[in-house]
C-alpha cells in the first residue's frame, strides 16, 4: 500500500503476547505493540483495582519471555475478587480479556470542573497526532495521552487502543503524577471498558 501522499510502503505493525501473573496466579495475557510494558501492566492493575499507586506491587520481569510477575498485598486481590465480575471479550483491540464490574460499583463523583473549549481540545488532538511516530510509519495503531487541558502527559502508542490507555495511565503512577482530574485524548472510539477505566481513575 502507498504511504500517504509519499509512495513509500507501509511498516507492518509489530504485535506480541504478554502475560502478567498476580501473586503468581495467571491473570491476563495481552496481544500488544512491545514497549513501555511496565507502563501497560501498572496500568491495566490501576485500571482494574488492584492498585492505587506503585508502591501496593512489587513487579518482576520474566527474563527469558515477555511476562511479568506481580506481588500485590492479598486484601486488594482478595477485593478484587470480591466484585465477582465476569470475564468479558473486548469489543475492540486490547487485553485478550477484560473484567468488567457492575457500574454500580464505581462511586460516583461530582464534576471535576468544565471541560475545556472546543477549540483547546482540538489543539491537543492535533498534538497527540503530531506525536505519532508510530502511526507513521504504519498507519495502523491508535493513541492516547493525558492532559490538563494546556499539556499533553505520558503520549503512548499501540495496535489496541485499550493497551494505550493502560500506558498512560502506568505512565502517570511511574511518574507518581495524580491521573484523577486530567482529561483522557484517545483515538478510536470510547468502549465501555475504557468509560470504566476512566471512572476508577477518577479522568475528568
Known sequence: AGRRGRGSSLAAVEEVPVWLE?????TVTWMCTPEFLEELV???LYGEGYITS??????RPCATDLGFWADIPADQVAAVAAERRRPVLASGCGAVSTF????ASVPAHPPRGRPPEVTVMRDRFKELFAQGARYEETGG?????????ATL???AEDIGRHNAVDK????????????AGLGLLVTGRISAELAYKAARAQLA
Open 22 to 26: 498476580v501473586n503468581r496466579v495467571p
Open 42 to 44: 501498572l496500568g491495566w
Open 54 to 59: 506503585v508502591d501496593q506491587v512489587h513487579l
Open 100 to 103: 468488567l464490574a457492575d457500574p
Open 141 to 149: 495503531v491508535h493513541a492516547a495521552a493525558l492532559t490538563d487541558g
Open 153 to 155: 502527559f505520558h503520549h
Open 168 to 179: 498512560v495511565l502506568g505512565a502517570a503512577l511511574l511518574a507518581r503524577r495524580p491521573a
